[in-house]
């Protein structure tokens, strides 16, 4: 099966978009047909630094590849290397109805978080993305749980070219993790982690053990003081229970019993070693691939130069089908 997935090189990516993203990647990768795109088009729609645009896009590169994708199995690319995407997303938006556009969760909430910033870019996202992921006639998109509302316009936009003008396109999946789909922010577990929030309310990939053990510590906890995985009434330990878990593959209720009779204090504490740890290849790989820049280049190369192949057949079909050619 072809996937496609894809994550935005805004800097400071977060543990939100391991769990929820590449963690499932991974595992993909080993039976799939995997392209993994970094999305430089759609990270230019919320203002953006374009002296910082290629570190973040490096970054982005070196935690694919702490991560574990192995760009031996798996397509890495940066986007705007590939023109096919900006092109289709064009000839998809003429069939893409604005209505739909305008409920989109994303931008509502972007758009009133950029008020100065609603530009036409923003608002056809979601037109890119379907782009992004047609392009390669993916049958699925492994995404968290924000990603969701965007497959399934994806979906509906693939419908609608192959009802016009002919089948072409699979109508793709959403793949999302069993646990993980939604990490939320430290500061306010009522709210989902983000990059773009304050940056005590999320651990990025790269943080020292000092920060992420700051951070932690003084995670929003809950009233009370058991352990306990309680989605509505203990929203911040219920949050750290599901890291805890994600990192360690222990159950749920096996650390809730190891935690039996202790305080959030010790919780944390052993939360804050275990992302310490888990994190350590991450900080690791970055110090190793600041030195080798070529070496992530020529991947990116010959990612976007497989990804092209792909692209410019599935474009002169798509030429064909809209009388373009
Ligand atoms: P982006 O860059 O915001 O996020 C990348 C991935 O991380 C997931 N994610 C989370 N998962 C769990 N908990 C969280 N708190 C959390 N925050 C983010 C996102 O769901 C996503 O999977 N539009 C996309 C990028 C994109 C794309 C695509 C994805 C562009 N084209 C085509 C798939 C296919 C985005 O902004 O992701």
Not at 225 to 250: A, F, M
Request: hydrophobic share 35%; with cysteine; proline share 5%.
């Amino acid at each position: 099966m072809r996937i496609f997935s894809g994550i935005r090189p805004t800097g400071g990516l977060h543990i939100g978009n391991y769990l929820g993203a590449i963690k499932q990647w991974i595992a993909l990768q080993e039976t799939n047909e995997c392209i993994f795109c970094i999305v430089d088009l759609h990270a230019i729609t919320t203002p953006y630094d374009p002296k910082e645009l290629q570190k973040n896009i490096l970054e982005a590169t070196a935690i694919y590849l702490a991560a574990g994708i192995d760009p031996e199995k798996s397509i890495i690319f940066v986007q705007s290397e590939v023109k096919e995407h900006s092109e289709l997303a064009w000839l998809l938006e003429t069939i893409t109805p604005m209505g739909e556009l305008s409920r989109m969760t994303q931008f509502k909430e972007k758009s009133k978080q950029y008020k100065d910033y609603v530009n036409a870019g923003l608002f056809n996202y979601p037109v890119l993305m379907a782009g992004d992921i047609l392009l390669y006639r993916a049958k699925a998109v492994p995404v968290g749980k924000d990603q969701e509302q965007h497959v399934e316009l994806s979906r509906t936009i693939a419908r609608k070219f192959n009802q016009k003008f002919g089948q072409i396109f699979p109508e793709p999946e959403t793949i999302l993790p069993k646990t993980g789909a939604k990490i939320m922010s430290l500061t306010d577990p009522k709210k989902k982690m983000s990059k773009s929030d304050d940056p005590k309310s999320c651990i990025s990939l790269f943080d020292t053990p000092e920060d992420i053990t700051k951070k932690i510590m003084s995670a929003e906890t809950d009233s009370g003081k058991d352990v306990i995985y309680n989605v509505t009434k203990k929203p911040g330990i219920s949050n750290l229970l599901t890291i805890y878990h994600l990192l360690t593959d222990t159950p749920i209720p096996e650390i809730e019993k190891q935690f039996k009779g202790k305080g959030y204090g010790d919780f944390k504490k052993a939360l804050a070693k275990v992302v310490v740890d888990y994190l350590e290849p991450f900080r690791r790989k970055q110090k190793e691939l600041q030195t080798r820049d070529v070496y992530v280049k020529d991947i990116l190369e010959k990612g976007a130069e497989r990804a092209r192949t792909i692209a410019e057949t599935t474009m002169k079909e798509v030429h064909e089908k809209m009388g373009l050619s």
